[in-house]
């Protein structure tokens, strides 16, 4: 008895056309259009993007050796020590 939503009310004068999900082809030129279409917004993006990683990893990877470098300790202070 109970309709579900979007059936609630009768709107006259709409007409809806849908194609039967069986009928559809998901994954219609997934490979023939798909793959160049790809490597094709990679291309177009990738000096775009990776430049800034680049430059941020350089950064951190400097930032961790200096680190590394500033955290040893100096022989020479310990030469007197007994």
Do not use: C, W
Request: glycine share 6%; aromatic share 16%; no cysteine.
């Amino acid at each position: 008895m109970a309709k579900g939503f979007g059936e609630l009310s009768n709107v006259r004068g709409i007409i809806k056309y849908s194609i039967s999900p069986f009928e559809q082809r998901a994954f219609a030129g997934a490979i023939s259009k798909g793959l160049p279409n790809l490597f094709r917004r990679f291309r177009s993006k990738f000096f775009i993007v990776a430049p800034p990683f680049m430059i941020a990893y350089y950064i951190y990877d400097q930032t961790e050796k200096a680190h590394a470098r500033m955290m040893r300790k100096n022989p020479a202070d310990f030469a007197n020590d007994v």
